[in-house]
């Protein structure tokens, strides 16, 4: 069995997400260099080899080195992954820029889309770094807690270079974390993204108290909404079927470990949104995608319902009572098109 190939990585972001990842890949023997913005709690990590503010408790490995200078962190790493929210996503490319060796690859963990444009984050990486960097998207069914306790889990690389997946993936692959590679680097993105916003919903509905049946439609009718949006964009109807989009789904719909279910749960118990994401106190992507995602549907002439709805609680203060009422009264209709059914005799 050969020995896998070490590579130095650098991860920007010292939230839970991109600390998860790093002790992940460190725990596989790599070397790994954090950075985040907030210096001091940098220093504290440092000195107490924990991220307190986010996963208090677990051990930063000892390969897993806390850095407080951007430039001597880029400096010494081979691989950057990026693990910053999605708002602060092109800002950081930017910044990172100048500091890139030539042809390093780059990869992010980042849900969600760019702020008031909707562009797909793999476009945005395209148009800052241009073609020189090979990319890749890493994705699927995980919550940070559990991957820096080393639970199972499995995670998804997305990149259209097949040689960078499949090393990044086995930099990721430990005795607790299964990495698969797909080229869909759109249809991972599309997964990552429209589950945030549907897990909104989802705790919405339990908030409301509506029940399991409500919950069980649905996530089956948000499905339907991400595949009429995949479909339109080009994605794969194989990638929402897999880890990043029915894995994604199932996970952020239905545990409260999940910002964006635990936002629709307070909305759904009665609070205002600004209260709501003041509850939650951290980055709730779903929130910073809503619009984006329905403006990318409504530019793609897809209906989004679900999606639709939400806006309208998020941001024009409509009753969360209202909205289920407004999705429960849309015209009937068959589930597939009759048109869609083939005979197979």
Not at 23 to 37: P, Q
Not at 89 to 96: D, N, R
Not at 277 to 289: I, L, S
Not at 299 to 317: R, S, T
């Amino acid at each position: 069995m050969h020995a896998p190939v070490l590579m130095p990585t650098t991860v920007i972001g010292s939230g839970a997400w991109g600390t998860a990842l790093a002790i992940a890949m460190a725990r596989n023997g790599h070397e790994v260099w954090l950075w985040g913005r907030d210096h001091d709690q940098l220093c504290q990590m440092a000195a107490e080899r924990i991220n307190r503010s986010y996963l208090p408790d677990a051990v930063l490995p000892a390969t897993l080195k806390v850095e407080t200078d951007m430039q001597k962190a880029l400096s010494q790493c081979r691989h950057v992954l990026i693990a910053v929210p999605s708002a602060a996503f092109s800002e950081t490319l930017t910044t990172i820029k100048p500091l890139l060796k030539a042809d390093m690859p780059i990869s992010w963990a980042t849900k969600g889309l760019i702020p008031q444009t909707g562009q797909f984050l793999h476009d945005a990486a395209s148009e800052i770094l241009g073609a020189q960097h090979p990319l890749a998207v890493v994705s699927g069914p995980s919550f940070a807690a559990e991957v820096a306790a080393g639970l199972p889990t499995a995670l998804t690389v997305a990149s259209r270079d097949t040689a960078f997946a499949t090393v990044l993936a086995n930099v990721l692959h430990g005795s607790a974390l299964r990495a698969y590679t797909t080229a869909d680097v759109l249809g991972v993105q599309i997964g990552g993204t429209v589950k945030n916003v549907l897990a909104i919903a989802a705790g919405i509905c339990d908030g409301l108290g509506y029940g399991a049946n409500a919950r069980a439609a649905l996530l089956t009718r948000g499905m339907a909404e991400i595949m009429r949006l995949a479909n339109a964009l080009g994605a794969q109807a194989e990638t929402m079927f897999g880890l990043s989009g029915m894995g994604d789904l199932i996970l952020t719909c239905t545990d409260n470990q999940s910002r964006n279910r635990q936002l629709g749960l307070a909305i759904g118990a009665g609070l205002s949104v600004d209260l709501a994401v003041k509850q939650v106190g951290k980055t709730v992507e779903g929130m910073h995608a809503a619009r984006e995602v329905l403006l990318r549907a409504q530019q793609a002439g897809v209906e989004m319902p679900i999606v639709e709805q939400v806006c309208k609680i998020l941001f024009e203060e409509y009753d969360p009572r209202k909205s289920v009422q407004a999705l429960l009264c849309r015209e009937q209709k068959a589930e597939s098109p009759l048109s869609d059914i083939r005979d197979t005799n």
